[in-house]
């Protein structure tokens, strides 16, 4: 009984660490390369940049936290890429300069699409 109840609590302790990671993380992205301009943090689902006056804009991003997978049409459609936390002064390396049109945490992907 105390080795069943030691492992509900052991599995419980890596969900909430696995659920507070995935709460922190975020990727910010900037009309500018090396930072610069206006920008756009996210942190959940983007099916669509057009309505938040970012689609095709962003030159340069910040991965703060998790993995996201960036795509060049809305709908997660088109070309993709997966950005790991880091910095990216410029997206033209990637060729997804201006291209960006859709946004979503990696390990959404795989549930998002079923």
């Known amino acids: 009984m105390r080795f069943k109840l030691q492992t509900i609590v052991t599995a419980l302790g890596v969900a909430a660490i696995g659920l507070s990671t995935q709460a922190g993380a975020q990727v910010t992205f900037y009309e500018g390369s090396d930072f610069h301009g206006r ?20 030159r ?9 997978q960036a795509c060049e049409d809305s709908g997660f459609r088109g070309r ?7 910095n990216y ?12 049109s859709s946004v979503r945490p990696a390990d959404v992907q795989a549930s998002y699409n079923a």
């Not at 669509?48 to 962003?58: I, K, L, Q, T, V």
């Not at 993709?80 to 880091?86: K, M, R, W």
């Open 89 to 100: 002064d410029s997206l033209a390396r990637m060729d997804l300069n201006h291209r960006i």
């Open 39 to 58: 920008s756009f943090t996210v942190n959940g689902v983007v099916e669509n940049f057009d309505p938040m006056g970012f689609n095709d804009r962003a």
């Open 60 to 68: 340069s991003a910040i991965v703060s936290g998790g993995s996201w």
């Open 80 to 86: 993709c890429v997966i950005l790991q936390p880091g």
